[in-house]
């Protein structure tokens, strides 16, 4: 069945204007010619008090709500112009919809405004969103507090299932990354040392790297990317299905249910995988020692004993890691409690969730560092 | 287009069985839709009125069986739907499922810009047009969170009627709506098919609603898990050979065990 173009012929007579439709009016045809002859009708024509007679040239068109819309809006212009729209030769179906639409018809809105924010503006949004973050904190804090006196609703079940979940789970991307991380800082390492003729420190090169620094960081970031971003992600759906709202009005603080296990999970799983990671990395480390540069393993690992002699070169690297748990765990958790109502915030949410985790890891990570100098730790 | 409807059935389902894996829902369904009629899927929650429903709207593959619209069958020999066949219809979903990162103007237009030939400025006007069809004049630039339960659904019923489909699939249209949105619903459901001639398949259990809007009905069952009645709401009322679907439609609680 094929479609007619629409056509609209517009005869002026003595009492009368006639309005001629012929063709299909429906959505999958092109109108702007016939909105362009309206336009150019209407803007020469004069105010007069004729009416204006509608109606189609034959029985066969199909018309659809298109049809209906370009009549009413035809009709506002009309008015305004003084003459009347005389409907009553359209079909029955095409009047009965017009007054049917006309009932319902309402004002309809103007765009809504959305005000950019002035500099006093963003003082008092950053405001806000810091007194926000705080009282998110603080009532952390107190949640801690409660587990502690062993009034907290937070269920050990869920802190074992989401341990479980950061960390076990993780092992085999972790195992990955740092693996990888060691041998790259191996290869890498080696080129230099070997213009000293010094390529077995590349074992201290490796160990030291991996407890200090890397491991930890790697790990972080890795967590955020993973396990933070999912935390904002379940948090924050939880919170459009109204799920949060529902344990509130049990009396049950969302902090403490929800907050506080996958904090603590992060807080306790993050400094155990790294360790896993720094063993790991000085194993990716061996084998470009043994494999490329030809040293035993019992060479490698005794440059890598006297390395480590210091205990404190690993255990730095695991205090570290724990505030970079902690980091990932709260932000991850904030910016699922406080999303927006809309599924686009949940993914701004998420998003920012790991944007900020990852600044704030290496924010922290550098302030470690220039506390341990300061302090003759390095 | 919608008003030159000649078939006698616009839409049936035959011979249909529904599984979620291994677990069959609804077997040996088959019936049809006349053009231009209400038609109602009643039967007791759980009794898979929605499931029967995603199958005809392709968002669930039957395990057997099919669905045939008067352009062709939408369920072929793949997994996916007749894409030709899918431009037929329209859905209201149970929550209206309005996207809510745009406002209720751009939820309607989205269609409209996608598949219609029109200008922005007729689009916009058609899509105001649909908003205030369903009583949300004045509503056009406010996005789906800022609305109540109800004007989120009556939004989704205007973007449902965006394209002017033939057929309109409504999955609990009136859940959730005080009386008085509910019936001005049913008004412009019988309103619609009037004028604009739009078959109607409804999922509902509000027994006013289905008084008013259905000119046909089936009754799904629980217990054997197949179409248990076909007919008049009001004469199987009356008549019906099932005592669960008698008292199911004048509230007599015998329908325990349907």
Not at chain 1, 135 to 162: H, N, V
Not at chain 2, 47 to 57: F, P, Q
Not at chain 2, 211 to 222: C, H, K, Q
Request: charged residues 20%.
């Amino acid at each position: 069945m094929t479609l007619q173009p629409k056509s609209l012929q517009i005869i002026e007579s003595e009492h009368s204007i006639d309005f001629l439709l012929d063709g299909d009016w429906v959505l999958n045809l092109d109108s702007n010619i016939i909105q362009q002859k309206c336009r150019n009708y209407l803007s020469a024509a004069k105010p007069s008090q004729s009416a204006c007679k509608f109606s189609f040239s034959s029985n066969k068109s199909k018309w659809d709500s298109s049809l209906l819309v370009f009549l009413l809006d035809l009709e506002t212009k009309l008015s305004t112009l003084g003459m009347e729209a005389d409907f009553s030769k359209l079909p029955d179906k095409v009047q009965d919809l017009i007054s049917f639409a006309k009932d319902r018809k309402g004002k309809k809105s103007a765009p809504l405004y959305h005000p950019s924010l002035s500099s006093k503006g963003w003082f008092f949004h950053l405001s806000s969103k810091c007194s926000q973050w705080s009282t998110f904190f603080g009532k952390w804090i107190l949640a801690l507090f409660r587990l502690f006196l062993g009034k907290s609703f937070m269920r050990l079940s869920d802190l074992i299932s989401i341990c479980r979940d950061c960390g076990a789970a993780a092992l085999p991307i972790i195992t990955l990354i740092s693996f990888l991380t060691g041998l790259t800082m191996a290869f890498v390492g080696s080129v230099q040392l070997e213009k000293f003729n010094a390529t077995i420190y590349v074992a201290d090169l490796v160990s030291l790297a991996m407890v200090r620094e890397m491991g930890a960081l790697m790990v972080a970031i890795v967590m955020a990317g993973r396990t933070g971003a999912s935390f904002a992600a379940e948090l924050g759906s939880m919170k459009l299905r109204e799920e949060i709202d529902s344990l509130r009005t049990f009396g049950i603080p969302a902090m403490e249910f929800l907050v506080l296990p996958r904090t603590l999970a992060l807080f306790i799983m993050t400094p155990l995988l790294t360790l896993y990671a720094d063993v790991v990395g000085i194993l990716g480390g061996l084998t470009v020692g043994t494999q490329v540069m030809d040293f035993s393993s019992l060479h490698y690992f005794e440059q890598t004993q006297s390395a480590l002699t210091n205990m404190w070169e690993v255990y730095s690297g695991l205090i570290k890691s724990l505030a970079f748990g902690l980091i990932i765990g709260l932000v991850g958790c904030y910016k699922g409690m406080f999303t927006g109502n809309n599924s686009a915030a949940l993914g701004k949410s998420v998003t920012s969730a790991v944007v900020v985790s990852i600044t704030l890891i290496v924010i922290c990570d550098a302030m470690f560092e220039i506390f341990f100098s300061m302090v003759g730790y390095r | 287009m919608i008003n030159d409807r000649e078939n006698s059935f616009i839409v049936e389902a035959k011979d249909l069985k529904l599984c979620y894996g291994e677990v069959t829902v609804l077997k040996d369904i088959s019936f049809q839709v006349e053009t231009g009629s209400c038609m109602v899927i009643m039967g007791a929650s759980g009794c898979g009125k929605s499931t029967l429903l995603k199958c005809m709207t392709g968002l669930l593959k039957p395990a057997a069986g099919n669905v045939i619209f008067s352009n062709g069958d939408l369920w072929g020999n793949r997994d996916l739907p007749n894409e030709e066949v899918l431009s037929n219809f329209g859905v209201l979903f149970q929550a209206g499922a309005l996207w809510s990162s745009m406002n209720l103007l751009e939820n309607v237009s989205l269609p409209l810009q996608t598949f219609s030939q029109l200008g922005k400025d007729e689009i916009e006007q058609l899509a105001a047009y649909k908003l205030s069809l369903v009583g949300l004049s004045g509503c056009e630039y406010l996005y789906p969170p800022e609305l109540s339960g109800g004007m989120q659904k009556r939004a989704g019923l205007a973007r449902a009627l965006s394209m002017d489909p033939p057929i309109l699939f409504l999955d609990e249209p009136s859940a959730g709506l005080d009386p008085i949105n509910s019936m001005q619903l049913d008004e412009l459901i019988v309103e619609l098919k009037k004028s604009l001639g739009i078959t109607f398949v409804v999922v509902t259990h509000e027994l006013d609603s289905i008084f008013e809007i259905a000119d046909d009905a089936i009754f799904l069952s629980n217990v054997s898990k197949s179409l248990l009645d076909h007919g008049k709401p009001v004469e199987m009322k009356s008549s019906s050979k099932h005592a669960e679907i008698r008292g199911f439609l004048s509230r007599t609680g015998q329908g325990k065990a349907i």
